[in-house]
């Protein structure tokens, strides 16, 4: 085998030697860019065809595919890949080699993708992912989903007997769903969106005895979520956690302090106390100062 040749599947680290090159990579504008175009056959003989099954095949022509490769340097880079399509006589259907460095009907190389994988550890935005790697931010996302999918931390057909739900911020300041093992206290799943189609969806690939095996579910007073636990958990009991109980009382604590002091002149020292000694109101009772105003 050529030297360069060897050279180009070091650095698109190709490791099937089915795929051969016999022409010279060339520049050409690709989507208003200028990308980097290097020339590559995939060919062999199958042994049988994948929807019959029969070993009656015949050559019919190439399909050449546009794959996204690793760049060396800022400017795009594809593999032009001509694959050997074949024609089956006895089903007569065609179809194209594969190879394991591209997953079927993929247009991005495994290790384009093992790369954007990896850049998604670190703090930072789908589409600035999107844009080192020449991809879309939606084509970004669905890699992170499809990778997901195949780690899932719970079975479908179990669950934790005590639930919390929450949201936070993420990404771009979008909020997200989360939810956790409560007596565990380690993360179940977290989803891009929050909407309770979504949830929906989502909690509905779990098999129904597991969901009902769920006896409680810790969350805000968030009614959408609320609303969802009937629907999705026949057995499962609400608990407002206590976080969210104390927040609301202190808020509703503060709005009436506002009040009294908006009917009090600011040069009463009952004003000046509300105003300048208002921690004083969230205070336990056995640490609350006791305080004189005239």
């Known amino acids: 085998m050529p030297l360069t040749s060897q050279s180009i599947r070091n650095v698109l680290e190709i490791k099937d030697l089915n795929i051969k090159f016999h022409e010279d990579s060339y520049l050409k504008t690709v989507d208003g860019c200028e990308a980097l175009i290097i020339p590559a ?25 546009m794959i996204i490769v690793p760049s060396l340097v800022h400017r795009p880079t594809y593999l032009a890949l001509k694959r050997q399509r074949f024609l089956c006589r006895e089903c007569h259907t065609t179809f194209d080699v594969q190879t394991n460095y591209i997953w079927q009907n993929y247009q991005i190389s495994q290790p384009v ?11 930072q935005s789908n589409k600035d992912i999107a844009q080192r790697y020449h991809v879309s931010d939606k084509t970004v996302q669905r890699i992170i989903d499809e990778e997901a999918s195949q780690h899932q931390q719970y079975a479908k057909d179990q669950l934790p007997k005590h639930l919390a739900f929450d949201e936070f911020a993420s990404v771009d ?17 977290i989803l891009t969106y929050r909407t309770s189609r979504y949830i929906k969806a989502y909690f509905c ?30 057995n499962a009991k609400v608990v407002v956690d206590r976080f ?11 709005q009436i302090r506002i009040q009294v002091m908006k009917t009090l002149d600011k040069t009463d020292k009952k004003y000046k106390f509300m105003k300048h000694e208002w921690k004083q109101f969230l205070r336990p009772m056995g640490k609350f100062k006791m305080f004189y105003v005239s």
């Open 244 to 254: 969210h109980i104390v927040q609301m009382a202190n808020r509703s604590l503060n």
């Open 113 to 123: 993708r093992q790369l954007i994988l990896s850049e998604t550890a670190r703090n």
């Open 205 to 234: 690939g779990f098999s129904l005895k597991a969901r009902m095996n769920v006896e409680t579910i810790t969350l805000d007073l968030n009614a959408g979520y609320i609303n969802l636990v009937p629907e999705l958990f026949p």
């Open 41 to 65: 056959v995939l060919t062999y003989l199958p042994p049988r065809c994948i929807n019959c099954g029969f070993d009656n095949l015949v050559k019919n022509g190439f399909n050449t595919n």
């Open 173 to 189: 300041k979008k909020m997200s769903f989360i939810w956790c093992d409560s007596d565990r206290h380690t993360i179940g799943e």
